[in-house]
């Protein structure tokens, strides 16, 4: 279970199906070709992109005076 | 001759032990991976259904507060195993500890996040989501042995 699982779960609410599978395969090959530690690093920088969303998403929504 | 076949087995077994742990941390690494891609998606997915009016600004709230415990607990977990070069059993208790946080910060999530929805269709797509982040998380458990 790992990427294509994944993606595949999304599937129900994404109309197009190509990029997903595009998506898809362009993961696996990504990962197949990082070392564990890249894959770490990859890892962290969506974690550190997603906060960053987070913040800005709570700032719009709860914004401080 | 036997004896030298014994040694040569028993390097080899443990040589096999050490790269199936090292196997080990790979599946947690990739897990890991998909965990963030799959809450990237969620921050999108809760994007939309809020510019769609689809739930509402006060609910949009709890879902980003929740998920960004989420993505929190997963980034903790993603920077402590990054740091170990293989699985032994203190780094296993160190890594299902903080998987422990992971799995708390998801069910708080579907709890006062998802489930709080109450149109149906608009829960369903949270939930499928959530789903997939929900396989991502418990491969990491299952990587480190703790499922």
Known sequence: ?65 | MKHKVGIHLVILLVVFIIACKDDQLRKAAKASDDAAIAIGAMIDVKRELGKQELITPAQELVLTERLLDVNRAVYQFNSRARTYDRLDSTTQTELLRLFGDITGSMRTLNEQGVLQIQNPDTKQKLSAVLSALDTAVQTIGAALGGN
Request: charged residues 15%.
């Open chain 1, 1 to 65: 279970m790992g990427t294509i699982a994944l993606l595949l779960k999304l599937l129900p609410f994404i109309t197009n199906i190509t990029p997903v599978i595009v998506a898809a395969l362009a993961a696996i090959r990504a990962q197949s070709n990082m070392t564990t530690a890249e894959i770490f690093a990859h890892a962290g920088s969506t974690l550190d992109a997603n906060e960053k969303k987070l913040l800005e998403d709570l700032e719009r929504l709860n914004p401080q005076p």
